[in-house]
């Protein structure tokens, strides 16, 4: 089916053809079990572990203070506090699949409406709206989020608008244009002319178009957040201790990291795990969702 | 002029005190050679007013002088610029006589006007010094920090070798402050002529000179051959480099590329370097005179009961905090460091006694314990010791959530009555600008700091210790030093009984040099010129 | 041309307007004093107010930001509020090591991914294509921060083969660079890979081939070059991202450029530095966008006309 007929046909992709054809993809099927098994982790943590995430304890240090390796008692070794490094990844988990959803679906939430409001609308307003968006565009992403991040008293709640704050401009321009080339649609104009109110001919007509687009960025946009919030967590500004994150443990412990690589490379590599989950679902999403865009194929 | 007589009457009557041991030069140091020293971050300024962190106060401290300086490695005092001096009976004019013949570094000869100049510099506001403070008991001072005045009435020439000084009230820390950097004399056509750039072309008396500044690279200090001490400085040249990471400059020092790693031995590599007796004959170890300590707000309760405070001071395991740092500090009891004078030695302390701080708390009233929040900067390692400290209170019931914020927010909420219950001073307080126990009371115990925007984040305010310690700071006959450091002691420990702080540990130094290193071990943890005391250190491999 | 250039610099005037008042703003709102800071622990309340109004820090927002203006126009950024050096000379000294960076993590880019791109589409569906694809990915999901610290680890500390941060040669840019292209390489190889797959159907490819022409000398000679002009275009969109990067890159490696200038002066309130660094990076970031929309209409008419 293309796009246009689609249209005409005024008719979405049926859900199980694009789930199948997602299935068929061994990508995406890796993806989908990697965010599968983060999931579990940080749902079932406390029973995959013996251990809190935030008990320091006597024997997780050596005699002289140092951090231990991976062993029988310590499946992934302890951190310079003493405290379980596979239960504070698990744990972690949670902060990052909580924030990274999170931050995200706020950020998609904002990017909506003004890419959508300043597409169809256009005129003015449209014209205000993508002029700010242009704006967003110029300011270093990173460098605005750490300023914001430094200056404001890091809660989690702080952290997750910063993230969204900075990560709703692609969204919004992608929405914008293909808002644009669906309002100018025959059928658009044939609906206002049988009058019907905007708002029914957003909601009926047009946001449905974009759906699978919002549900492409939106898996993408995942792992974007889950970076930006591992980065922010790194630099000290992000999720404070001594609730685990990812990106906080590599910070607490990266002074160590010649001494006790584990600390850094465990919790870094889930960090790339789960960023490459959601890349290979949204990529594939993509692909299955929209046949005309590039991806992989 | 009538009042130049009568203070030299008085002068007569106390002359200058018999000078401190004064430094016996090393036999083995041979002029030459030059070193190289590491840090991470970008020289700030060497402006002498404006300089105010621990990376660049011992390089102002080798490129300029002042009226005074200590013995190095020491904290005795011992003349600098000014060869010798009275004071007055009541304590309150100074008489300086310059040394004759120092220069700048431009070539000038410095003189009396240039004393004057330089204590009017660094008390005008328009010249933003953060140490305008300390010269506040000099006469006229208020006047020129409300700016209705623009030079200190206190400070007179009286010809171009002497200078006198009075103060509005007695203060027997005021030779300490003649020996700080925001004391150092500047000559006025060098700063006239870079404006506000003074900080990057610095020109003073010191035994080094700036010779070169690449910004983010690299500085170099370049012999002061005119210098006025004789036989220093050694060294031919120090130079700093800047942008290193402390693991880098380890490894660079073992490999003979860099004498001394500026920023310390980075906590990665501490066990392996002290593991190795090779390495660890390398590293001096010395106190410093520096306090960590955790403040409880007295205005927010229950901090405002004293059982509460005493409990927190007992359920703290000190020596487990001491063991996260790596064993690199010693655990502390008071609010003063060991290696200050007026120290209490045989002070005991609050014990470790979990069991007892939690009765102490039931007889508050509090048995099932409270909820509070403890604030803390938010570098390594500051975040793990907030960690093991909240371990501890939720070991007696009190659970604090920690609050690791950038070191200016801390800063912020300790300033304010209402905000921070619980701080740990670490990476942000305390460690002393001179060497007197007075300097550890005003600004973090005394009411002159409990006021918004202050440093003083318990909020404790004594009425009484204030007046004892202006009465300690009032003791200016030198001969009464032993009765002045008694009265010092005795504020201390009623601070202790109020239990404002929980005194945590003095961190130790740590600095590790090179082979071709030569000089005193105390020469590498100079309490006062920190890490190391450029003018008297050399290597051992000049012809 | 020169009407749409013009147009479009005024907009990127207008934008960088737009940025400096809404990032001094935040700056200005801040709940942390930054007039304590410079004034240090031992100033008395009288000091700190006097600071505060040497540096014009009592004023209001407008006036502030005003003066701020004023001063941007005639090319004055402003001193540092704890080194008291011109911003714009502690920028200028350190935007060499920063251009450097960048250009070498494009070197980089440019050079792993097209040629991951380019193997890729010439095999297929294979094994190989597979392969790459996937490692492309695992570069774009990669924190940087991690890829540094593994670099470093293995390539410096433990083979001893680069210098274990620093600036100065060759070497030392390697490992900073790798890290900062790694994530672009990652977006070019599949970008590469597509665009090489569409050139590759294109008749005057199959023309080439049916003449006789060894498939090597197609490839090389009118394939490749017609893959990689998109990718050119793209190069400017990449600023961006960089500007980003080198904050976190520049931290690990202990690389002299204004990302760490930048940290620094964040994490010390030395708000005139935030507000350049934010500006040269804004100013970089528009310059390459537009530098990008220029090149793309030369770009895409010269494809079609083959």
């Known amino acids: ?297 | 002029m009538k009042n130049w007589l009568i203070s030299t009457a008085f002068a007569l009557a106390v002359a200058m005190p018999a000078v401190a041991q004064d430094y016996q030069p090393d036999p083995n140091a041979k002029p030459g050679g030059g070193i190289v020293v590491t840090y991470k971050d970008d020289v700030a300024t060497l402006d002498p007013a404006i300089g105010y962190d621990w990376q660049n106060w011992s390089m102002i401290k080798s490129l300029f002088d002042g009226l005074m300086d200590y013995v190095p490695g020491t904290t005795e005092l011992r003349p600098g610029l000014a060869s010798s001096y009275e004071i007055s009976g009541d304590g309150t004019v100074f008489t300086f006589h310059l040394r004759p013949g120092v220069k700048f570094h431009n070539g000038r000869e410095m003189t009396a006007e240039d004393v004057k100049y330089s204590f009017d510099r660094v008390t005008n506001p328009t010249t933003q010094s953060p140490g305008a403070g300390f010269f506040g008991s000099i006469l006229g001072y208020d006047a020129m920090a409300d700016g209705s005045a623009t030079a200190l009435e206190g400070v007179k020439v009286i010809d171009p070798m002497t200078v006198e000084v009075t103060l509005s009230r007695p203060d027997a820390t005021f030779l300490h402050v003649m020996a700080l950097n925001f004391a150092s004399i500047v000559p006025k056509e060098a700063v006239d002529a870079a404006g506000a750039d003074f900080g990057k072309l610095p020109v003073g008396t010191g035994a080094f000179k700036l010779a070169e500044w690449t910004i983010g690279q690299r500085l170099v200090f370049a012999k002061n051959t005119d210098y006025w001490r004789p036989g220093v400085p050694y060294l031919d040249q120090v130079t700093f480099e800047v942008g290193q990471e402390p693991i880098v400059a380890l490894l660079r020092l073992q490999n003979g590329e860099v004498d001394v790693p500026g920023d310390g031995i980075p906590p990665a590599k501490f066990r392996e370097v002290m593991g190795d007796p090779a390495q660890a004959a390398r590293v001096v170890v010395g106190g410093q005179l520096q306090t960590g300590y955790v403040t409880m707000n007295v205005k927010m309760a229950p901090f405002d009961k004293l059982e509460v405070r005493r409990a927190v001071n007992m359920a703290i395991n000190k020596d487990r905090i001491v063991q996260i740092i790596n064993g690199r500090a010693v655990p502390a009891n008071q609010p003063l460091p060991p290696s200050m004078p007026g120290y209490t030695k045989d002070y005991k302390g609050y014990p470790y006694d979990p069991a007892g701080a939690k009765a102490l708390l039931a007889e508050a009233g509090l048995g099932d314990g409270f909820e509070t929040e403890l604030f803390v900067m938010n570098t390594d390692p500051n975040p793990r010791i907030a960690q093991a400290i909240q371990q501890d209170l939720a070991g007696i019931g009190v659970k604090a959530s920690i609050k690791s914020l950038a070191q200016a927010n801390v800063i912020a909420a300790g300033g304010e009555p209402d905000q921070a219950p619980m701080i740990w001073s670490g990476g942000m307080a305390w460690i002393a600008d001179f060497p007197d126990p007075s300097n550890f009371y005003g600004p973090i115990l005394g009411c002159a700091g409990a006021v918004q925007g202050g440093w003083n984040w318990s909020w404790y305010c004594n009425a009484d210790l204030d007046a004892q310690a202006t009465a300690a700071d009032s003791i200016t006959d030198p001969a009464m030093v032993g009765e002045r450091m008694q009265k010092w002691s005795d504020v201390y420990m009623a601070v202790m009984r109020d239990a404002p702080w929980v005194p945590i540990f003095n961190e130790q130094r740590y600095t590790m040099k090179s082979k071709r290193m030569g000089g005193a071990d105390a020469l590498y943890v100079d309490p006062v010129s920190i890490p190391v005391n450029y003018d008297y250190v050399f290597v051992t491999d000049v012809q | ?306």
């Open chain 1, 1 to 297: 089916m293309t796009k246009a007929s689609a249209a005409e046909a005024n008719v979405v992709p049926t859900p199980p053809t694009a789930l199948a054809r997602l299935a068929r993809r061994k990508m995406a099927l890796v993806g989908i079990a990697l965010i599968a098994i983060a999931f579990g982790g940080a749902v079932f943590a406390p029973w995959l572990t013996p251990y809190t995430p935030n008990d320091q304890m006597f024997d997780g240090l050596t005699l002289e203070g140092a951090p231990m390796g991976p062993s029988g008692t310590f499946v992934l070794g302890t951190d310079l506090l003493g405290r379980d490094l596979l239960t504070r990844i698990l744990y972690g988990a949670r902060t990052s699949l909580l924030i990274g959803v999170v931050a995200n679906g706020i950020a998609l939430i904002i990017g909506t409406v003004f890419g959508v409001t300043a597409g169809y609308f256009r005129g003015w307003i449209g014209g205000i709206l993508m002029r700010f968006t242009d704006l967003m565009m110029a300011f270093p992403a990173l460098l605005l989020a750490i300023t914001l991040a430094a200056i404001f008293q890091p809660s989690l709640w702080i952290v997750v608008m910063v993230i969204a704050t900075v990560n709703w401009v692609q969204t919004a321009r992608v929405l914008y244009t293909e808002t644009t080339s669906l309002a100018e649609r025959e059928f658009i104009a044939a609906e206002r002319t049988l009058g019907a109110s905007n708002l029914r001919i957003l909601f009926r007509h047009i946001l449905p178009h974009l759906v699978p687009t919002i549900i492409v960025w939106g898996t993408l946009g995942i792992s974007t957040t889950v970076l930006l919030e591992a980065t922010l967590s790194y630099l000290g500004i992000g999720v404070q201790p001594p609730t685990p994150s990812w990106g906080n443990i590599i910070f607490e412990n990266q002074t160590y990291f010649q001494a006790a690589p584990w600390l850094v490379f465990f919790p870094g590599g889930a960090i790339l795990i789960l960023a490459l989950a959601f890349n290979l679902v949204g990529d594939a999403l993509r692909d299955v969702l929209d046949p005309t865009q590039r991806g992989s194929e």
């Open chain 3, 1 to 306: 041309m020169a009407a749409y250039l013009f147009h479009r610099l005024l907009q990127s005037a207008l934008i960088l307007l737009g940025v400096s008042l809404i990032t001094f703003f935040l700056l200005y709102a801040l709940p942390a004093d930054p007039v304590r800071q410079i004034a240090g622990r031992s100033a008395t309340a009288q000091t700190v107010e006097n600071i505060r109004q040497q540096l014009g820090l009592d004023q209001p927002f407008v006036v502030q930001y005003w003066r701020y203006l004023s001063g941007l126009v005639q090319g004055d950024m402003g001193r540092s509020y704890l080194q008291k050096s011109q911003v714009s000379e502690l920028i200028a000294a350190r935007l060499p090591a920063s251009l450097l960076l960048m250009a070498g993590a494009i070197v980089f880019e440019l050079v792993l991914g097209l040629t991951m791109g380019v193997v890729a589409a010439l095999r297929r569906g294979s094994a190989t294509d597979q392969t790459l694809m996937i490692a492309s990915f695992v570069g774009v999901s990669a924190p940087q921060f991690v890829v540094g610290l593994l670099l470093l680890y293995v390539f410096a500390v433990q083979l001893g083969w680069f210098p274990i941060g620093g600036y100065g040669t060759f070497s030392h840019l390697v490992l900073p660079a790798a890290t900062m292209g790694i994530l672009g390489s990652g977006w070019y190889s599949r970008m590469m890979r597509s665009s090489m797959i569409e050139v590759l159907r294109q008749d005057y490819i199959r023309t080439a081939r049916a003449k006789g022409l060894a498939r090597y000398r197609v490839i090389l000679r009118h394939a490749l070059p017609n893959a990689i002009l998109p990718i050119i275009a793209m190069i400017g969109i990449d600023v961006g991202i960089f500007m980003g990067g080198i904050v976190v890159v520049e931290s690990v490696f202990g690389w002299p450029g204004i990302g760490q200038l930048a940290w620094q002066a964040i994490q010390r309130i030395d708000i005139p530095i935030i507000m350049g660094v934010t500006l040269v990076s804004a100013c970089a970031i528009v310059m390459g966008n537009l530098l990008a929309d220029l090149v793309t209409p030369f770009i895409d008419p010269r494809i079609r006309l083959r």
